[in-house]
């Protein structure tokens, strides 16, 4: 299953909505699907899971939705921490592919 | 608190082996499925390999199919990576992570590994 995610780079200021966007080359099992933020320098760490499903500790201002091929991250209002990288991966069927990632940048 | 330590990065010629441990903390290690990912340098991640809780199955990406292998010791709390036949685009971070089930639940910091001559 190829992942690709849009777009590649948004600028957005603080208080604003971003949408992200992982689409999948065939439907996810299960929607078995997961969203990771990546901040520079630090190891990814888990946002969402089960395509919908917040992690422990996560602002409800993450969101996740879809199923079968296409998901999205919502960050409904922007905060300045949330600069980051954002990949989706599906753990449905192995390779447990990632998306590409999309930047979030904050003005 | 999960940790998770990676160690035995470095530079390696083309060609040449390097095995990569991860020291497990703070759980149950014998419970949990471990993964691989690595990043190259300025690049997104790329999952590598994933073992599962008794070590029984093993799953690899078509890039590392046959050169890398996965491995754990429970009586250790290890999981270890083998790479043989190394290559440049092998050089990333490679990060350890603990899954629940085929899920990437916690990361490890990463360890480097380069492949230059």
């Known amino acids: 299953i190829v992942l690709t995610q849009s777009p590649g780079t948004l600028s957005l200021s603080p208080g604003e909505r971003a949408t992200l966007s992982c689409r999948a080359s065939l439907s996810v099992g299960r929607n078995y699907l997961v969203w990771y933020q990546q901040k520079p320098g630090q190891a990814p760490s888990l946002l969402i899971y089960?395509?919908?499903t917040r992690a422990t500790g996560i602002p409800d201002r993450f969101s996740g939705s879809g199923s079968g091929t296409d998901f999205t991250l919502t960050i409904s209002r922007l905060e300045p921490e949330d600069s980051a990288v954002y990949y989706c991966q599906q753990y449905a069927t192995s390779p447990l592919n990632f998306g590409g990632g999309t930047k979030v940048e904050i003005k | 608190q999960v940790q998770l330590v990676e160690s035995g990065g470095g530079v390696v010629q083309p060609g040449r082996s390097l095995r990569l441990s991860c020291a497990a903390a703070?759980?149950?290690?014998?419970?949990?499925?471990m993964h691989w990912v690595r990043q190259a340098p300025g690049k997104g991640l790329e999952w590598v390999s994933l073992?599962?809780?008794?070590?029984?199955?093993?799953y690899y990406a078509d890039s590392v199919q046959g050169r890398f292998t996965i491995s754990r010791d429970n009586s250790k709390n290890a999981l270890y990576l083998q790479m043989n036949s190394l290559r440049p685009e092998d050089t990333a971070v490679y990060y350890c992570?603990?899954?629940?089930?085929?899920?990437?639940?916690?990361w490890g910091q990463g360890a480097l590994v380069t492949v230059s001559s």
């Open positions: 992570a603990r899954g629940q089930q085929w899920l990437i639940k916690n």
């Open positions: 089960d395509a919908s």
């Open positions: 073992i599962s809780d008794d070590g029984s199955g093993k």
């Open positions: 703070g759980f149950t290690f014998s419970n949990y499925a």
